[in-house]
């Protein structure tokens, strides 16, 4: 059921980029409809503020919708979209002006699902604490520990997904995530 | 234990990863166990990472205001939009100001009671701004993508 399923998305995915490289500009649409959420999300997780991510996310669909000749309906769109987010986020990283700006107007991005139930202020004030701290402790990442990290973390794909849209063996993800955690846990070793 | 075992890439440590994102085979669990009995610093990590996870595992990203997601194609194709209209813009605004630079160098030069100097140097003016903007020009039609994303780690 769930792979008649899957193959019914993959076909209709794949007439959706066929009708899109014709210049179809309500398959584009479509196709914007179905993956903005997930672009806007990894971009979050890879820039860390909310506005930027909406801004290079959309970024991201115009440059697609500029290079629809150079779609291929063979394959799935979404890899080649997340290629350009990537690029995007990671020249936008590097930006001096854009690491000034950050470091000026630092928003939380991270939303703390067990501040919830810390009913306690002095308990919800640790737990704050602890997300600002996560956030910089990714923030001082390197881009692709970052990306392993978000992508298993905060977008939940399994390894071998993660190897697929990186291109990279399973095995390099595995090392990348252990670096990134190895870092993370040297930041926050006084909180773990 | 020796320098191959404390790698980033060894094998203790990608199946301590594994474990954690419940990435496991039974026997890959069993070769950690044995792996983690041998080495008390792998079973140090072990429990660090754990405690590492329980926090990444409380957090999600922060969720976007669910209207946003209403106008977010629209805002895609304004984009796309107005990317051409900068094109066109572009384009006529360089035509509009070689001609007029054309007719005012042509101009110039026509006048006899303008020293030869000031028509030399308008002479070399022109002639620097059509070197740099064909410069300018074809480095970004030839240069600029590859230059752009140099330093881009893949």
Same mark, same amino acid.
């Not at chain 1, 107007?105 to 202020?121: Q, V």
């Not at chain 2, 990863?17 to 166990?33: F, I, K, P, Y």
């Not at chain 2, 051409?84 to 101009?107: D, M, N, Q």
């Given at each position: 059921?769930?792979?008649?399923?899957?193959?019914?998305?993959?076909?209709?995915?794949?007439?959706?980029?066929?009708r899109?490289?014709?210049?179809?500009?309500?398959?584009?649409?479509?196709?914007?409809?179905?993956?903005?959420?997930r672009?806007?999300?990894?971009?979050?997780?890879? +820039?860390?503020?909310h506005?930027?991510?909406?801004?290079?996310?959309?970024?991201?669909?115009?440059r697609?919708?500029?290079?629809?000749?150079?779609?291929?309906?063979?394959?799935?769109?979404?890899?080649?979209?997340?290629?350009?987010?990537?690029?995007?986020?990671?020249?936008?990283l590097?930006?001096?002006?854009?690491?000034?700006?950050?470091?000026?107007?630092?928003t939380p991005?991270?939303?703390?699902?067990?501040?919830?139930?810390?009913?306690?202020?002095?308990?919800?004030?640790e737990?704050?604490?602890?997300?600002?701290?996560?956030?910089?402790?990714?923030?001082?990442?390197?881009?692709?520990?970052?990306? +392993?990290? +978000?992508?298993?973390?905060?977008q939940?794909?399994?390894?071998?997904?993660?190897?697929?849209?990186?291109?990279?063996?399973?095995?390099?993800?595995?090392?990348?995530?252990?670096?990134?955690?190895r870092?993370?846990?040297e930041?926050l070793?006084?909180?773990? | 234990?020796?320098?191959?075992?404390?790698?980033?890439?060894?094998?203790?440590?990608?199946?301590l990863?594994?474990?954690?994102?419940?990435?496991?085979?039974?026997?890959?669990?069993?070769?950690?166990?044995?792996?983690?009995?041998?080495?008390?610093?792998?079973?140090?990590?072990?429990?660090?990472?754990?405690?590492?996870?329980?926090?990444?595992?409380?957090?999600?990203?922060k969720?976007?205001?669910?209207e946003?997601?209403?106008?977010?194609?629209?805002?895609?194709?304004?984009?796309?939009?107005r990317?051409?209209?900068?094109?066109?813009?572009s384009?006529?605004?360089?035509?509009?100001?070689a001609?007029?630079?054309?007719?005012?160098v042509?101009?110039?030069?026509?006048?006899?009671?303008?020293?030869?100097?000031?028509?030399?140097?308008?002479?070399?003016?022109?002639?620097?701004?059509?070197?740099?903007?064909?410069?300018?020009v074809?480095?970004?039609?030839?240069?600029?993508?590859?230059?752009?994303?140099?330093?881009?780690e893949?």
């Amino acid at each position: 059921m769930d792979t008649a399923l899957e193959a019914d998305r993959a076909g209709e995915e794949r007439e959706l980029v066929a009708r899109a490289r014709e210049g179809d500009r309500t398959a584009f649409g479509t196709l914007v409809t179905i993956y903005m959420r997930r672009a806007y999300y990894v971009a979050l997780g890879l +820039v860390g503020a909310h506005d930027d991510a909406l801004d290079l996310s959309q970024d991201a669909f115009a440059r697609a919708y500029r290079a629809h000749a150079s779609l291929d309906p063979e394959r799935p769109f979404y890899p080649w979209l997340y290629q350009i987010v990537r690029r995007l986020c990671f020249n936008h990283l590097r930006d001096r002006r854009t690491r000034r700006r950050r470091m000026e107007e630092a928003t939380p991005w991270l939303a703390d699902e067990a501040r919830a139930t810390a009913r306690d202020p002095a308990r919800e004030a640790e737990r704050a604490e602890l997300r600002a701290r996560l956030e910089t402790a990714i923030d001082e990442l390197s881009e692709r520990e970052r990306e +392993v990290l +978000v992508l298993r973390e905060f977008q939940g794909l399994r390894y071998k997904e993660i190897a697929e849209l990186l291109s990279i063996p399973i095995g390099t993800v595995m090392s990348r995530l252990y670096s990134a955690r190895r870092n993370l846990a040297e930041q926050l070793e006084d909180v773990l | 234990m020796n320098s191959e075992a404390r790698a980033p890439d060894s094998r203790g440590r990608r199946l301590l990863m594994a474990e954690l994102d419940g990435e496991l085979t039974e026997s890959e669990r069993e070769e950690l166990e044995r792996l983690v009995a041998a080495d008390p610093e792998l079973a140090k990590e072990r429990k660090r990472f754990k405690r590492l996870k329980e926090v990444t595992d409380s957090m999600a990203l922060k969720p976007a205001p669910e209207e946003m997601w209403d106008d977010y194609w629209a805002s895609v194709y304004s984009r796309v939009e107005r990317g051409l209209g900068w094109v066109f813009v572009s384009i006529g605004a360089i035509i509009l100001l070689a001609y007029g630079a054309w007719r005012g160098v042509e101009t110039l030069l026509a006048d006899a009671t303008m020293p030869w100097f000031v028509k030399t140097a308008v002479l070399a003016v022109s002639f620097g701004a059509v070197i740099l903007l064909v410069s300018v020009v074809r480095e970004k039609l030839f240069l600029g993508p590859k230059q752009r994303y140099k330093d881009v780690e893949r």
